[in-house]
Nanobody, 125 residues
């Protein structure tokens, strides 16, 4: 089974940028849709962005549209989340999740079977 592994989190000032990476371990991401979610302390896990297996379908949460960009490089077996114009309210643990792409790109956490351990993103004001 595929095992997502996140990297790239850190501390950044408001208005700054970070790029998160999600690499596949165990097997490739080929055939899998991949989503990014985030969870702030005391809050529920929240959808951020998702991309279909070939990149043809992409969804974003309204809160990140125009600031975040999801992309994938299947040759490198990696999905990216470029985060620009970061705000303090973007502070959270960011999770990468994968699920076999059946043609319906999921925006809810239960739609994804395989999850990474998360990477902390902290945006200071």
């Amino acid at each position: 089974q595929v095992q997502p592994v996140e990297s790239g989190g850190g501390l950044v000032q408001a208005g700054g940028s970070l790029r998160l990476s999600c690499a596949a371990s165990g097997r490739t991401f080929n055939g899998y849709a991949v989503g990014w979610f985030r969870q702030a302390p005391g809050k529920e896990r929240q959808f951020v962005a998702a991309i279909s297996r070939n990149g043809g379908s992409i969804y974003y949460a309204d809160s990140v549209k125009g600031r975040f960009t999801i992309s994938r490089d299947n040759a490198k077996n990696t999905v990216y989340l470029q985060m620009n114009m970061l705000k303090p309210q973007d502070t959270a643990v960011y999770y990468c999740a994968a699920d076999w792409d059946n043609g319906r790109l999921g925006v809810n956490a239960p739609a994804y079977d395989y999850w990474g351990q998360g990477t902390q993103v902290t945006v200071s004001s």
